[in-house]
């Protein structure tokens, strides 16, 4: 059985292992760096997958986070198309697809999210399709040609980037969303029903307060049947229901895991000299005095940058305040920084008939989250804000004027 040693074992075809080869190059790292992925693509970027690339605007290169030729350049050896089948973190040992064995120095995991897979009648029909990689969004946009209605079901980012996308491409859309108000979830129900009016106005039918109870057709999906006893009649079903994270590499390792990757403030994991970012890192985040797990792309990013320099030595805990975006079509573009689970005040700044507003989070007298929609300068002293983590006390009038200099806050 073949055997070798690397210094670093990146596993994840993702952000956060990309940049972690980016940064532990850019540092000056030295020694041998192997990065696997599941898929044929070198690492990529998928926030377009529901946005231009599913549009056909721009193609996978567009994406891709480096090409293949800067991980040869810089001496990473990139293996796509590959899996990590198991890792002994004691021996620093892991087993490759193929059943090649990798010694490792120091190790990263970034396995990412699945996503959540509804189990009702009809699931397995035609015309059903879930949107995580290159080849989902290829099969929704070959699929969907020549459809006239489209059901999305789910109302949080996916579901709502994925139906302004459609209905900019010409098909009609309806979202079918559990919650009383689409993106209630992540922004509250009051900024929720902005964000509800908005696609209702450009022409998206919204069905809240609704749970998917089957799929109906004979081999191609028909029809959605809600548990309220609607029938939705549709040509096809993109579902967008949330995803979970992938800890089963992990948990077969014996790593500490819960919701995602059990980690330390350095996004070590149980292991020593093993880390863990992306959507499969649940760290101890002082920023938030708990765990945190946070599934975005610029996360993963940071994440990804801060383990490199863990590997290397780096002692600090990772304190960078979450940050957000998705575009809405041409419709509106959110950015949000922050990510507080609760919060029991919202002070809007801005004119929300306009579209340029931005909604900043209350919680136990602390900000903790803040939404700009057309107001990004709004985001610089909200994130100095959250970070530093003062009682709002009165800025609130400061905040509340839209013509006030926010600068001082940050």
């Known amino acids: ?66 090409s293949r030729d800067w991980y040869a350049d810089a001496g990473v050896e990139l293996a796509t198309g590959v899996s990590v089948v198991s890792i002994e973190p004691d021996r620093r040992l892991a087993k490759l697809q193929g059943g090649e064995e990798v010694g490792f120095g120091r190790a990263l995991l970034a396995t990412g999210a699945m996503v959540n897979i509804l189990r009702v009648d009809g699931a397995q029909l035609e015309g059903i399709h879930y ?85 109906e057709g004979d081999e191609r999906v028909e029809a959605v049947l809600t548990e309220s006893g609607s029938v939705i009649d549709c040509d096809a079903v993109v579902v967008g229901a949330g995803v979970r994270p992938d800890t089963a590499l992990a948990g077969r390792a014996g790593l500490d895991v819960g919701d995602g990757i059990l980690c330390d403030g350095r996004l070590e994991t149980s292991a020593p000299g093993v880390f863990a970012a992306g959507d499969c890192c649940n760290f101890a985040s002082e920023l938030r005095g708990g765990r945190v797990r946070v599934e975005h792309w610029d996360v993963a990013l940071q994440q990804g940058r801060h383990a490199a320099r863990a590997m290397l030595g780096d002692e600090a805990p990772y304190r960078v305040v979450p940050y957000f975006f998705s575009d809405i079509h041409d419709w509106a573009s959110l ?28 919680g136990a007298g602390r900000l903790v989250g803040a939404l700009s929609v057309g107001r990004p300068a709004d985001l610089i002293p909200a994130r100095a804000m959250i970070e530093s983590g003062e009682p709002v006390g009165e800025r609130r009038e400061a905040i509340a004027d839209p013509d006030a200099d926010l600068d001082w806050l940050a």
């Not at 940049?19 to 696997?36: D, K, M, N, Y």
């Not at 609760?342 to 306009?354: M, P």
């Open 1 to 66: 059985m073949a055997r070798r040693a690397v210094d670093f074992l990146l596993v994840g075809g993702g952000v956060a292992a990309a940049h972690c080869a980016i940064e532990l190059r850019r540092r000056g790292a030295e020694g041998s760096i192997l990065l696997c992925g599941r898929e044929p693509e070198p690492p990529y970027e998928r926030p377009p997958l529901s946005k231009e690339y599913l549009r056909g605007e721009t193609g996978r290169a567009d994406a891709l986070v480096r």
């Open 131 to 215: 949107l995580r990689a290159f080849g989902n969004a290829d099969s929704i946009r070959d699929d969907l040609e020549g459809r006239e209605h489209v059901v999305c079901v789910g109302g949080g980012y996916i579901g709502v980037e994925v139906a302004a996308s459609l209905t900019a491409m010409g098909t009609r859309c309806t979202i079918v969303e559990i919650e009383p108000v689409i993106l209630a979830r992540a922004f509250g129900e009051e900024v929720g029903r902005w964000f509800g009016e908005l696609v209702a106005a450009n022409g998206v039918a919204v069905r809240t307060g609704e749970t998917v109870a089957a799929f």
């Open 335 to 362: 950015e949000y920084v922050g990510g507080g689970p609760e919060w029991d005040e919202v002070l809007w700044r801005g004119d929300r008939d306009s579209g340029g507003f931005s909604a900043w989070y209350v």
